[in-house]
């Protein structure tokens, strides 16, 4: 009340008040930082003593002011030079500033009316008409016109206007910019996208009794061959030769092998007798194995195309460039042909038609061919993440990192998948898991409060049903025969874990590098080493059952259809043994 009077007394005397602006913020800035134009300085009528009364009553702070409001009416009635005066005296001062007489009113003719005010051409502040520069910017207001209060109003209504109307088309372009950055966000993480139309087949890559058509001989990647345990003779039925290491794994049906080699071509053989039944010639090695559904035969290059060729004939049907090398081996589930790429792009391809479903982006290279179940894609790539993608539209069900580049291909038993990274670890994750939007913020937040004593421990990842880390370099691929997972390391260890666990039941070391896929048979598991060493194991005890030599290096697996256990070498041969 004290300030307030203050100000109404400066008001009063001067003709303006203390702190003037168009912006409340200034004026509030200006009262913490500044003092308002001495009142004798507008007004020189004024003695100096009725400066000091205001500025006491204007002081910033509150301790320094007068106590009460009658104490500083007493004190300005003092410095005005009224305090004492006679009633008549004081009478006639009051008359006066009542009715003033003529002479009064010359005299005060020149000076500017209260309702005069001066507009900052720099600031846009209103000023008294008497005032030398703007008590908001400090600028010179001397040649400026003076207006009318009135005037100054409609100023200032139209400035605040200005001011508001620039204020909302800010924040509405700033809303609208968070609103599409949102929708842009959403689109992406949550991708609410319909299916696509089905494949115009429904071929799939199947191996029945006698055959291994796709990698891992089928698109859970088992490999797994049902029957009698294979118990070798040592016999070659055949051997095929070509110039240079064959760097993939044979396909084999009723009764053709088609193998791809280094010297620039796939041939189909005759099962019998390892002939040449018709040759496809490409552009250099081949890394992918080829994979078959129906009659048509699909394999991968490194210059990046895809072909599907008639099984029959070798003729080409159709071919799909994408952008770079492929080393991972194709596989046709529910008529669609799933394609990793180098160029960091998984690929859905109609398997008839060649024509491009869909296609999701990674951070890496992928190599390895993904598994399909259940309309779930899984696969990992050299990022260190595995994904799930929706294998209808190929949008992103969930994805989890796992610290390190994956080089071989999921294993899948019931509803969980098994990976491995190429440093060794390995997981057991439930495919069908989904992600949840801000779910490894919240878990990421969490464990950073573990970390530091302020919260329990985090729950497990969802999905996750174990990992190990065995430590070794892993690069060929996994099996299982639906109890054990089988997994080779480049170091020469071979070892069997739990599926329900992942603990390990026994480990074989110093074989020998191991870069080729186990292959179970019955109650055996048959390894080959890079020496070209074949290893027949128990597969419940690892305990060794049999052993032969090749005689040649081995860098691709081999594979088992029919009783016949096809080998390929890395001086290019492909065996045909019993």
Same mark, same amino acid.
């Given at each position: 009340?004290?300030?307030?009077?203050? &100000?109404?007394?400066?008001?009063?005397?001067?003709?303006?008040?203390?702190?003037?602006?168009?912006?409340?913020?200034?004026?509030?800035? @200006?009262?913490?930082?500044?003092?308002?134009?001495?009142?004798?300085? %507008?007004?020189?009528?004024?003695?100096?003593?009725?400066?000091?009364?205001?500025?006491?009553?204007?002081?910033?702070?509150?301790?320094?002011?007068?106590?009460?409001?009658?104490?500083?009416?007493?004190?300005l009635e003092q410095a005005a030079g009224l305090l004492g005066a006679s009633a008549p005296a004081y009478a006639a001062a009051a008359s006066l500033l009542a009715a003033p007489t003529a002479d009064y009113e010359v005299a005060a003719a020149p000076l500017p009316t209260q309702e005069e005010r001066v507009i900052c051409p720099h600031c846009g502040t209103g000023n008294s008409a008497t005032a030398q520069r703007c008590q908001n910017c400090w600028g010179l207001l001397a040649g400026q016109p003076t207006v009318s209060v009135e005037e100054e109003t409609q100023f200032?209504?139209?400035?605040?206007?200005?001011?508001?109307? =620039?204020?909302?088309?800010?924040?509405? &372009?700033?809303?609208?910019?968070?609103?599409?950055?949102?929708?842009?966000?959403?689109?992406?993480? %949550?991708?609410?996208?319909?299916?696509?139309?089905?494949?115009?087949?429904?071929?799939?890559?199947?191996?029945?009794?006698?055959?291994?058509?796709?990698?891992?001989?089928?698109?859970?990647?088992?490999?797994?061959?049902?029957?009698?345990?294979?118990?070798?003779?040592?016999?070659?039925?055949?051997?095929?030769?070509?110039?240079?290491?064959?760097?993939?794994?044979?396909?084999?049906?009723?009764?053709?092998?088609?193998?791809?080699?280094?010297?620039? @071509?796939?041939?189909?053989?005759?099962?019998?007798?390892?002939?040449?039944?018709?040759?496809?010639?490409?552009?250099?090695?081949?890394?992918?194995?080829?994979?078959?559904?129906?009659?048509?035969?699909?394999?991968?290059? @490194?210059?990046?195309?895809?072909?599907?060729?008639?099984?029959?004939?070798?003729?080409?049907?159709?071919?799909?460039?994408?952008?770079?090398?492929?080393?991972?081996?194709?596989?046709?589930?529910?008529?669609?042909?799933?394609?990793?790429?180098?160029?960091?792009?998984?690929?859905?391809?109609?398997? =008839?038609?060649?024509?491009?479903?869909?296609?999701?982006?990674?951070?890496?290279?992928? $190599?390895?061919?993904?598994?399909?179940?259940?309309?779930?894609?899984?696969?990992?790539? =050299?990022?260190?993440?595995?994904?799930? %993608?929706?294998?209808?539209?190929?949008?992103?069900?969930?994805?989890? @990192?796992?610290?390190?580049?994956?080089?071989?291909?999921?294993?899948?038993?019931?509803?969980?998948?098994?990976?491995?990274?190429?440093?060794?670890?390995?997981?057991?994750?439930?495919?069908?898991?989904?992600?949840?939007?801000?779910?490894?913020?919240?878990?990421?937040?969490?464990?950073?409060?573990?970390?530091?004593?302020?919260?329990?421990?985090?729950?497990?990842?969802?999905?996750?049903?174990?990992? $190990?880390?065995?430590?070794?370099?892993? %690069?060929?691929?996994?099996? &299982?025969?639906?109890?054990?997972?089988?997994?080779?390391?480049?170091?020469?260890?071979?070892?069997?874990?739990?599926?329900?666990?992942?603990?390990?039941?026994?480990?074989?070391?110093?074989?020998?590098?191991?870069?080729?896929?186990?292959?179970?048979?019955?109650?055996?598991?048959?390894?080959?080493?890079?020496?070209?060493?074949?290893?027949?194991?128990?597969?419940?005890?690892?305990?060794?059952?049999?052993?032969?030599?090749?005689?040649?290096? $081995?860098?691709?697996?081999?594979?088992?259809a029919g009783g016949t256990f096809y080998v390929p070498t890395a001086e290019g041969s492909l065996f045909a043994m019993r």
């Amino acid at each position: 009340d004290i300030y307030s009077l203050g &100000t109404l007394a400066y008001e009063l005397l001067t003709g303006g008040v203390p702190f003037d602006a168009l912006s409340p913020y200034t004026i509030l800035s @200006r009262q913490l930082i500044s003092i308002p134009t001495l009142p004798s300085r %507008i007004e020189e009528t004024l003695p100096a003593a009725v400066d000091d009364v205001v500025l006491k009553a204007l002081n910033r702070r509150a301790d320094l002011r007068y106590a009460t409001c009658g104490e500083m009416v007493k004190a300005l009635e003092q410095a005005a030079g009224l305090l004492g005066a006679s009633a008549p005296a004081y009478a006639a001062a009051a008359s006066l500033l009542a009715a003033p007489t003529a002479d009064y009113e010359v005299a005060a003719a020149p000076l500017p009316t209260q309702e005069e005010r001066v507009i900052c051409p720099h600031c846009g502040t209103g000023n008294s008409a008497t005032a030398q520069r703007c008590q908001n910017c400090w600028g010179l207001l001397a040649g400026q016109p003076t207006v009318s209060v009135e005037e100054e109003t409609q100023f200032t209504r139209r400035y605040l206007a200005r001011l508001r109307r =620039q204020s909302r088309r800010v924040k509405l &372009t700033f809303l609208g910019g968070i609103v599409l950055l949102l929708a842009f966000w959403a689109y992406n993480l %949550i991708e609410i996208r319909p299916p696509l139309p089905h494949p115009t087949t429904n071929l799939t890559s199947v191996s029945q009794e006698g055959e291994w058509v796709t990698a891992g001989r089928d698109a859970l990647h088992t490999s797994a061959v049902p029957g009698p345990a294979f118990a070798p003779r040592g016999e070659t039925v055949w051997q095929f030769t070509s110039e240079g290491p064959i760097l993939a794994a044979p396909a084999v049906d009723a009764d053709r092998v088609y193998v791809a080699t280094s010297d620039g @071509r796939v041939a189909a053989l005759d099962k019998a007798t390892g002939e040449a039944v018709w040759t496809f010639p490409v552009n250099g090695p081949v890394n992918s194995a080829p994979s078959l559904a129906g009659d048509l035969l699909f394999f991968g290059l @490194r210059d990046g195309s895809i072909f599907a060729l008639d099984a029959r004939t070798g003729k080409e049907q159709w071919s799909y460039q994408t952008g770079s090398a492929i080393y991972a081996s194709l596989l046709v589930v529910d008529g669609a042909l799933y394609a990793g790429s180098t160029d960091r792009r998984l690929y859905a391809l109609d398997a =008839q038609t060649g024509e491009l479903r869909w296609k999701r982006e990674v951070e890496n290279w992928i $190599v390895a061919p993904p598994a399909v179940v259940d309309g779930i894609v899984a696969f990992g790539a =050299q990022d260190g993440e595995i994904y799930m %993608i929706d294998a209808s539209n190929g949008t992103l069900r969930n994805q989890l @990192r796992l610290g390190s580049a994956i080089d071989s291909p999921p294993v899948i038993v019931g509803d969980t998948a098994y990976f491995a990274t190429r440093t060794g670890r390995i997981i057991a994750f439930r495919y069908q898991q989904k992600d949840i939007p801000f779910q490894k913020a919240f878990w990421w937040g969490w464990f950073q409060l573990w970390a530091w004593n302020m919260a329990s421990p985090p729950p497990p990842t969802p999905g996750l049903v174990w990992f $190990v880390d065995i430590k070794k370099l892993v %690069i060929g691929d996994m099996a &299982t025969d639906g109890r054990r997972l089988y997994a080779p390391d480049a170091e020469g260890s071979l070892r069997a874990l739990d599926l329900g666990t992942g603990k390990a039941l026994w480990t074989l070391k110093n074989l020998g590098k191991l870069t080729s896929t186990p292959i179970v048979s019955g109650e055996t598991l048959i390894q080959v080493v890079a020496d070209g060493t074949v290893l027949g194991l128990d597969a419940a005890t690892g305990v060794e059952q049999w052993r032969y030599a090749i005689g040649e290096g $081995v860098v691709a697996s081999p594979v088992l259809a029919g009783g016949t256990f096809y080998v390929p070498t890395a001086e290019g041969s492909l065996f045909a043994m019993r």
